[in-house]
């Protein structure tokens, strides 16, 4: 992995800015810019918010949601499953007559 930064132009909302970040990130940056236009361009097209900084903050605070509601599922997800391989556990006690630690 590569410490040095490569300077990457990204076009967000028809207007090109200057990123530097690692080459490896280089895809993922690409394609954050390419889903932060598609948002931006369904607020601007919605023609209810106006002025490109408006567009831009409810673009964030849309990805924004997004984001805490998929680390939500995902807290919930890995929950259950801490809680059935607890009890799986417990069962695999059981038959053999010796307690597990948790």
Request: net charge negative; with cysteine; hydrophobic share 45%.
């Amino acid at each position: 992995m590569s410490d040095e930064l490569a300077r990457i132009t990204v076009r967000i909302l028809d207007k090109d800015y200057q990123v530097a970040c690692p080459d490896e990130e280089r895809n993922a940056l690409l394609e954050s810019a390419a889903l932060l236009t598609r948002k931006m361009q369904e607020i601007r097209e919605s023609g209810k918010v106006v002025g490109l900084d408006r567009v831009a903050v409810m673009a964030a605070l849309n990805l924004s949601h997004e984001i805490l509601q998929h680390q939500s599922a995902a807290d919930q997800a890995q929950h259950a499953l801490v809680e059935r391989l607890r009890a799986l556990n417990d069962r695999l006690a059981g038959a053999n007559g010796t307690p597990l630690a948790h």
